[in-house]
């Protein structure tokens, strides 16, 4: 039988503990109404964790209580409440406004020199994230006694409101000696190491801590987890079947609701598209990185080694986003990619959570609704922008591939001019609405009567895209009847609902790879 492994790290605390890992990057909170009422609705939330700061300190001891201080005092220092009214009258959201405000500090904390300051970050992460919590009404749960919390750090906040009398511990894949929760740790004789890198374990594990030599042991098969070079460009499998004359296809599945993670099955199918604004659906959850990290990486982690392809928010439209109503009128037409460059705020946030999410599997990421190539551009730079404060912050990250959606046909007739995208994917459903400038849910016969229009559409920007990998995710994707028409574009990559996929694969076996049926059938 296989030994532990035995991570060295640093004892914070010492001690000897043991019992199943509570991951604290997977988040089990439901998602969040939006939020309106603008300033009056956050002074509300400061209230609220004003007052839930000044019940955990109820008696707790001076140590404790000088930290829960801290926290009060911060809450009310009128500097932060007059630097997020700016922001909100420079026409942010309330929540991307708090959030906006609280990330300068953390972020100059984190640049400081001296390790003290860069230790109280995570006290000043504590506060923003009880004050969203207050906003959108979902305070963070306490975790199971006699677990071993394993996180990149705790907020002192949790720590205090924890129940310790029934054992565990506490391993932190970055963390100090220096902070708060270490110094609360050494005075209540709970082990706790830091700076273990981060390692790979289930939720309920089996999870050891040696605070006194600084270990942390981890079940058989457990492992450090390295970190991982910048994704190249993006390459296709080999395909599952084979067309009658022998070409690989290569079949994926669409994914909508979250709840469909758990029957992706890895055996057969990989994701080639999940559509993240099903998963994101209050101003709340946008703002909520640590939220959407958990979904993609609960996707990632279900797909095993096959490619997953997120779809950055395509919101605005018809495919609102509760809570954004409380900004100004938005222009028509601000959706997709459009909408997330106007609001960075939303883009920067899901952009941190894919980054994180990369090294959890094969991701690549597609941008909605793009029209122009310095749209693509722009996105990138962004994403380079947040790599870089990941990087400062020393939170594992990866670049992914960066591709787009094929659905604007003034995008597709200049497909060749896209340099930047690393792939592309025709979405046919907004395509057919655009080109015969029907309604999107428009009669069906309608549609019908524009397919061969978006045919050759297809087959002229799969020549335009230069060898670059080319896929297709919309409603014609899963229409048997459209796939002679598809094959002989030059599709070999098709997304389908999940229901979708055993009539399409019956369906690919019996045509020769230019789409005329084999011999015999």
Known sequence: MAEPLRLKAKSASPGIASGPAFLAEEPKAASAPGTAGGYGALEKAIDISIGELERLAEGADAESRDII????????????????SARMHADE?????????????????????????????????????????????????DFPPGSVFVGKDMEPSRFLA?????????ALFAGSTAGHVALLARAKSVPMVVGTGRFSAAGGDPVGVDGNTGAVILKAGGMLIPPLAPAGDIKTESGELLTADGVPILISININDPAEIDALDPATAGVGLMRSEFSVTSIA????????????????????????????????????LAGLEDLPALEPGLRGIRLLLARPEIARVQARALLRAAVFGKLSVMLPMVTFPDEVDRMRELFREEAEKLGRRALLHRMPPIGMMVE?????????????????????????????????????ADAGKAGPAVLRLIEHAVKLAGGRPVSICGDMAGDPRCLPGLLAAGLRHFSVAPARRPAIRSAIVGLNADGTRAAGE
């Not at 400081?112 to 919590?133: F, S, T």
């Not at 497909?415 to 609405?433: C, I, K, P, R």
Request: cysteine-free; charged content about 25%; hydrophobic content about 45%.
């Open 93 to 141: 959201n309330v929540v991307f406004a708090w959030v906006a405000t609280l990330d300068a500090y953390i972020d100059e904390l984190e640049a400081a020199d001296e390790e003290q300051m860069r230790a109280r970050a995570i006290d000043i992460l504590d506060i923003k994230n009880r004050v969203l919590g207050a906003l959108a009404g979902t305070p963070v749960a």
């Open 408 to 444: 604007v046909p003034s995008a597709a007739l200049m497909l060749d001019t896209f340099g930047s995208a690393a792939f592309f994917s025709f979405g046919t459903n907004d395509l057919t609405q655009y080109l015969a400038a029907s309604a999107r849910e428009g009669d069906e």
């Open 285 to 320: 959850d946008a703002a909520n990185e640590e939220r959407q990290l958990a979904i993609y990486r609960r996707v990632l982690e279900q797909a095993g080694e096959k490619p997953v392809i997120i779809r950055m928010l395509d919101i605005g439209g018809d495919k609102p």
């Open 69 to 84: 201080d801290f926290q009060i005092e911060v809450l009310r220092d009128p500097s932060i409440a007059e630097a997020t």
């Open 162 to 170: 924890h129940d310790w009398s029934k054992g565990g511990g506490i």
